[in-house]
T-cell receptor
Framework: AQTVTQSQPEMSVQEAETVTLSCTYDTSESDYYLFWYKQPPSRQMILVIRQEAYKQQNATENRFSVNFQKAAKSFSLKISDSQLGDAAMYFCAYRSGGGGSEKLVFGKGTKLTVNP | NAGVTQTPKFQVLKTGQSMTLQCAQDMNHEYMSWYRQDPGMGLRLIHYSVGAGITDQGEVPNGYNVSRSTTEDFPLRLLSAAPSQTSVYFC?????????????FGPGTRLTVT
């Protein structure tokens, strides 16, 4: 079974600075997808960024980027120019690439605090 | 287009009571699922469905039942509530045969069992 590990229960960053959240995963599959979800205090789960395992290029979405190291099974999230609105729980998630395999396996989350 | 809706938003039950958490989506998504979120545990899959009439168990199915009679609805039933079922419950859906689409989450239901 696949597992996802987020080793940082809490992180903090100064506004306008850069922070990196760590995620490692364990799988024997070669086809899969990785996601970072943001959960603000409103509780809504919001997709931040996704990465297809077959793509070597790291995904980016505005201030958010990932460092995907397939051999090391590492998938870290970098937030640049941090804003107060980035404060939230962040979850790393894994999904198998096979057809019909929509199930997500989540890490335990990292609580990000942004200090003004 | 309402997306994924869940009712109620909050619920308090006494031990032994039963109830149904409602989930509906208006995006014609085939895949729907239920997760529970507990502090320090992330989200864990309870049950899922790949289409009307088809359901299967996830990681933590005990104490919960589901059915999928229509594409739109995927209710979660607690048969006899226990304090261990105190949690936040999320319903999610995704498009058919999706390979890169994310799952769309509802706003969640906070359930307290006393």
């Amino acid at each position: 079974a696949q597992t996802v590990t987020q080793s940082q229960p809490e992180m903090s960053v100064q506004e306008a600075e850069t922070v990196t959240l760590s995620c490692t995963y364990d799988t024997s599959e070669s086809d899969y997808y990785l996601f970072w979800y943001k959960q603000p205090p409103s509780r809504q789960m919001i997709l931040v960024i996704r990465q297809e395992a077959y793509k070597q290029q790291n995904a980016t979405e505005n201030r958010f980027s990932v460092n995907f190291q397939k051999a090391a099974k590492s998938f870290s999230l970098k937030i640049s120019d941090s804003q107060l609105g980035d404060a939230a729980m962040y979850f790393c998630a894994y999904r198998s690439g096979g057809g019909g395999s929509e199930k997500l396996v989540f890490g335990k989350g990292t609580k990000l605090t942004v200090n003004p | 287009n309402a997306g994924v809706t869940q009712t109620p938003k909050f619920q308090v039950l006494k031990t032994g009571q039963s109830m149904t958490l409602q989930c509906a989506q208006d995006m014609n998504h085939e895949y729907m699922s239920w997760y529970r979120q507990d502090p320090g545990m992330g989200l864990r899959l309870i049950h899922y469905s790949v289409g009307a009439g088809i359901t299967d168990q996830g990681e933590v199915p005990n104490g919960y039942n589901v059915s999928r009679s229509t594409t739109e609805d995927f209710p979660l039933r607690l048969l006899s509530a226990a304090p261990s079922q105190t949690s936040v419950y999320f319903c999610a859906s995704s498009p058919p045969r999706s390979r890169t689409y994310e799952q769309y989450f509802g706003p969640g239901t906070r359930l307290t069992v006393t």
